[in-house]
């Protein structure tokens, strides 16, 4: 039986924390740069944690292939 292989789109956007939390980016900070104000791309730029269960799940099955 093949490898399970490890969904690429999943692994460029999340990220799975020591404590085994699934941390995503935020969103639109790269599109119409210049017109946002520095506050808001300074918003941008952090990380979050993923709030539902469920939902992480998936994404560490999509990761640990």
Same mark, same amino acid.
């Given at each position: 039986? =093949?490898?399970?292989?490890t969904?690429?789109?999943?692994?460029? %956007?999340?990220?799975?924390?020591? $404590?085994g939390?699934?941390?995503?980016?935020k969103? =639109?900070k790269?599109?119409f740069?210049?017109?946002?104000?520095?506050?808001?791309? %300074?918003? *941008?730029?952090?990380?979050? $944690?993923? $709030?539902?269960?469920l *939902?992480?799940k998936?994404?560490?099955? *999509?990761? %640990?292939?």
């Open positions: 039986m =093949p490898k399970m292989k969904h690429k789109g999943a692994q460029k %956007r999340f990220h799975i924390t020591g $404590d939390k699934v941390v995503r980016t969103g =639109p790269s599109h740069r210049r017109k946002k104000t520095k506050r808001v791309k %300074r918003l *941008f730029g952090g990380k979050v $944690d993923l $709030d539902s269960a *939902f992480s998936k994404i560490k099955s *999509f990761l %640990r292939r």
